[in-house]
C-alpha cells in the first residue's frame, strides 16, 4: 500500500513537472525572463494541488506567465490566491463563459409575497436572491435543482473573489435566451405551486467580468474577448 501510495504520488509530480515545462515551452523565446524567488515559493506552495487537475493546469500557467516579460507584473500575487480558492465547478464555470465565447450572463432571483395585502403594498421577501446556471443563454429546460444551486455557488464564490459583479441593477439583456432557463427550472416551478403563481415573482439581473475578472479569463483561458 505504501509503495503504491508512493509511486501514484511520483507519477502526480511528475506529470505536474511535465506540465509547467510545457506551458513553460510556449512562452516565446524572446520574452522569456529568469523567474523571481517568488516563483519558486509559488511552485512549492502549488505541490498541494497535484492531485486536482484543472487547478494544476491553472498553476502551470500561472508560472510560465512569471517567466513571460508580457504577463509578469499581472496581478500574480492575487491570482495566486485566487487559483488556491477555486474549485472544479468554479473551473468548469469559467471553462463554460469562454467556451462560449460569452462577455455577460444573464442571473435571476425569485421574491414572493406572504399575503395579499404585503403584496397590495409591494413588502416582498427574497426566496432565492441569487440564481445562477452556466446553461444561461440556452434553451434547456426543467434544470435540476441540484445543478442551479451548484452553479450558483459557484457564482458567488466567483463574485467573493472579484472575478465577476452584478452589471447594474435591474439591467436586463434584450436576449431573453439568457433568462428562459430559470423560468423553465424545477425551483421556480417548485415555488410556484407552493406560494401559487400571484404570490411569486422571477426577475433578472446580468453578470459581468470585472477588470480583474477579465485579466483572469485572458490569461488563464484565452478569452478572446475584450472587457471595459
Known amino acids: 500500500m505504501g509503495n503504491a501510495l508512493s509511486n501514484y504520488s511520483a507519477d502526480l509530480a511528475q506529470g505536474y513537472a511535465q506540465e509547467i515545462v510545457d506551458a513553460v515551452n510556449r512562452v516565446p523565446l524572446e520574452k522569456k525572463t529568469a523567474p523571481k524567488l517568488s516563483t519558486y ?48 465547478n468554479d473551473i468548469e464555470v469559467l471553462q463554460s463563459f469562454v467556451k462560449n465565447g460569452l462577455q455577460v450572463w444573464g442571473t435571476a432571483y425569485i421574491t414572493g409575497y406572504s399575503s395579499l395585502e404585503n403584496k397590495q403594498k409591494h413588502s416582498f421577501s427574497y426566496l432565492e436572491p441569487l440564481l445562477f446556471s452556466r446553461e444561461s443563454g440556452t434553451e434547456k429546460k426543467h434544470l435540476s435543482t441540484e ?31 439568457y433568462y428562459c ?48
Open 41 to 88: 515559493s509559488t511552485i512549492t506552495e502549488s505541490l498541494k494541488y497535484m492531485d486536482e487537475k484543472e487547478k494544476r493546469t491553472l498553476f502551470a500557467t500561472l508560472i510560465a506567465n512569471a517567466m513571460n516579460r508580457d504577463t509578469l507584473h499581472s496581478h500574480q500575487d492575487a491570482f495566486v490566491r485566487i487559483i488556491e480558492q477555486l474549485n472544479k
Open 147 to 177: 445543478e442551479l444551486i451548484r452553479d450558483t455557488i459557484s457564482l458567488e464564490n466567483l463574485i467573493r473573489l472579484g472575478l465577476f459583479e452584478i452589471f447594474s441593477p435591474e439591467f436586463i439583456l434584450s436576449d431573453f435566451r
Open 181 to 228: 432557463v430559470y423560468k423553465d427550472s424545477i425551483l421556480y416551478n417548485q415555488y410556484k405551486e407552493r406560494y401559487g403563481e400571484d404570490f411569486i415573482q422571477i426577475k433578472y439581473n446580468t453578470i459581468r467580468p470585472t477588470k480583474l475578472g477579465s485579466e483572469f479569463l485572458k490569461l488563464y483561458f484565452s478569452h478572446p474577448l475584450s472587457y471595459p
